[in-house]
């Protein structure tokens, strides 16, 4: 531990992991606790969120676990007013909140359109809204908004809304960036390559064909290295957003992927 984030109040969204191991919220928010941060861990499966607050604490840090769909605003208010209620403020706002699905607009049901959108792609209006103005008082704030390389580009499967949902994070993170430079917040993207997370694993074998061993293969050998990338490659990225290592980095968008995102394999 180095408290790279010392002083710091984070909150995670979907700071939880549904079943066993570490999802990209979960180990976000270990490592901003790891460096310092008091973290608030939001969820809207409870149980999950207190899984990853007695983690943190285990090793000695700071956490408070809250239920909160991101989707509806009142909960968006709410799990904020409590992040400011028990730490006073709050620094970083990390929404890693994402729920994925395939297929294109035929097969699309608007019902499921409009989940896509209102969990992945509102639910940044939503924290933005009510973070922005305690960001805007403490004049300093960093938002990190984590989207996916789909926004950009189609890999490998059709993913319609998630790809819209996850475009519109880009825009959103850009008009933060730069309405709010002159306060001292930033905001910034990740975009997320492959990463061997539980997600992937729960949601994704049927896309691949139904053997899991067979789809880390296939994910693996997408990559320009061979492998897909861990949730610490990504808890590490958001780690340097979140610090004041990155207080001059303003309204980016970040790849961490591999390279995956420059190669063309036809
Ligand atoms: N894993 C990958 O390969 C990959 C690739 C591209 C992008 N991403 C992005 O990374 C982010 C995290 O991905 P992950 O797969 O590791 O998931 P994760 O394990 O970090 O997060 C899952 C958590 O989100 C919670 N959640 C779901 N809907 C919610 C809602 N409406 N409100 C609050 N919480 C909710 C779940 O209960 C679960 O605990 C997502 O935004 C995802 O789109 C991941």
Not at 117 to 143: C, D, W, Y
Not at 162 to 173: E, H, P, R, T, V
Not at 189 to 218: C, T
Request: proline share 3%; hydrophobic share 45%.
């Amino acid at each position: 531990m180095t408290d790279r984030l010392k002083g710091k109040v984070a909150l995670v969204t979907g700071a939880g992991t549904k079943g066993d191991g570490i999802g990209n919220g979960k180990a976000c928010a270990i490592l901003y606790a790891r460096e310092g941060a008091k973290v608030v861990a939001t969820d809207i499966d409870i149980d999950a969120a207190q899984s990853t607050a007695e983690a943190i604490r285990h090793e000695g840090g700071e956490c408070i676990a809250a239920k909160a769909d991101v989707s509806l605003a009142a909960d968006c208010s709410a799990m904020i007013e409590e992040c400011v209620a028990n730490f006073g403020r709050i620094d970083v706002l990390h929404n890693n909140v994402g729920i994925t699905d395939s297929g294109g607009p035929v097969e699309y049901s608007e019902a499921q359109w409009d989940r896509m959108i209102n969990v992945n792609a509102k639910s940044v209006f939503l924290t933005a809204k009510f973070a922005l103005p305690h960001m805007e008082r403490q004049k300093s704030g960093s938002v990190i908004n984590i989207s996916s390389i789909n926004a950009v580009r189609n890999i490998p499967f059709p993913k319609f809304a998630y790809s819209a949902s996850k475009a519109a994070m880009i825009a959103m993170s850009r008009e933060i960036a730069i309405q709010y430079a002159p306060v001292g917040i930033r905001s910034n993207v990740i975009l997320v390559g492959l990463i061997k997370s539980p997600i992937v694993e729960q949601n994704n074998v049927r896309l691949y064909g139904g053997d899991l061993e067979e789809m880390w293969k296939k994910r693996d050998a997408m990559c320009p290295s061979g492998h897909q990338g861990e949730v610490w490659d990504i808890a590490n990225t958001s780690l340097f957003l979140a610090s004041d290592e990155s207080r001059y980095v303003n309204g980016v968008v970040l790849p961490v992927d591999g390279g995956l995102i420059n190669l063309v394999k036809l």
